[in-house]
């Protein structure tokens, strides 16, 4: 005779369990969603145009940063290459020169129009007319996006599906503030290139902000779609952009080879992780063979 089944009864405790691992799936991916949203899609495709990628690929990584309060893609891609233009030089819109405060935030509340000139600086991007469309009024169409989506997911999925989204949002709108700060104070990292601003490499950022923290390489190559260029040196949206090429989701990824590395404007400091690698020590020693004089700046050993 077989047993009678018996009822399967939830426990508050159980129920509790289920809450807290569903908030922390969905914190997980959408804190990789929203954060690639910024690095792959803000930062180097659209700012940097590093690699190219198709229209439905671009906005699926866009959406991400926009639903993680960052802005009109246009506005940010113009205080970014502000920022590259004017790297710790008293235009620059967010250097930590100018105070720590004024890095992380207070940037954002006195803007000059003339450095953050959104039509000069992204023209490219408001071709497009979903981002003119994304840059037009104030922060209200951006506002109502953020607030419309989780309100949306409470609405679907629950509240927890809807406040880990929240959270992992917030988490995101931090990196790009944080990352301003603190890869421009030499102190906190090193320096692979010699470069006139104080753009450092810090590892600790490079981990929460998807590898956007060997952010010294990226200001010597602002058009690489690759900042972590040691073997150390984890970048974890390069990594994405490469699954992308093997799926044949993105291409024309720039990449600065061993000789323009050597070759760089910014010298390669001798003491730096890249200065004995392979292919590297192989381009200095053609470079020597040459005569070449813009080695013995950057590498004197
Ligand atoms: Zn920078
Ligand atoms: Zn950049």
Redesign the pocket.
């Known amino acids: 005779m077989t047993e009678p089944s018996r009822p399967v009864i939830v426990t508050s405790r159980n129920g509790a369990g289920i809450e807290l691992v569903t908030f922390l799936i969905v914190l997980f991916f959408s804190y990789y969603w929203h954060g690639l949203g910024v690095t792959v899609g803000y ?2 495709l659209l ?2 145009r590093s690699f190219r990628c198709p229209k439905i690929v671009e906005y699926f990584w866009v959406l991400g940063g926009y639903l993680a309060l960052e802005g009109s893609p246009a506005w940010w891609a113009a205080v ?2 502000a ?2 233009k004017h790297a710790d030089t008293p235009d620059d819109p967010h250097s930590p020169r100018d105070g720590y405060k004024h890095s992380y935030f207070k940037w954002m509340f006195k803007q000059d129009p003339h450095i953050i000139d959104v039509p000069t600086l992204s023209p490219d991007i408001l071709r497009d007319p979903v981002y003119r469309i994304l840059d037009t009024g104030d922060d209200a169409l951006l506002l109502v996006a953020n607030i419309g989506y989780r309100v949306a997911l409470y609405f679907l999925f629950g509240w927890q599906v809807a406040l880990a989204s929240l959270v992992a949002g917030l988490m995101i709108l931090q990196l790009p503030l944080i990352l301003n700060l603190f890869c421009h104070i030499p102190r906190l990292g090193y320096k692979n290139f010699d470069t006139v601003n104080d753009a450092v490499n810090v590892w600790w950022v490079a981990v929460i902000a998807g590898g956007e923290g060997w952010h010294n390489n ?2 010597a190559f ?1 058009s690489s779609a690759r900042h972590g260029l040691a073997k150390n040196e984890f970048d974890l949206t390069w990594t994405i952009i490469q699954i992308q090429r093997f799926l044949g989701l993105s291409s024309h990824a720039y990449l600065p080879s061993a000789d323009a590395i050597v070759d760089s404007p910014e010298a390669l400091l001798p003491f730096s992780p890249l200065a004995n690698n392979a292919e590297i020590l192989k381009a200095r020693a053609k470079r020597r063979a040459k005569g070449h004089k813009k080695l013995l700046v950057g590498l004197t050993n």
């Open positions: 930062h180097r700012s940097h970014h290459r920022h590259h990226h200001h602002p």
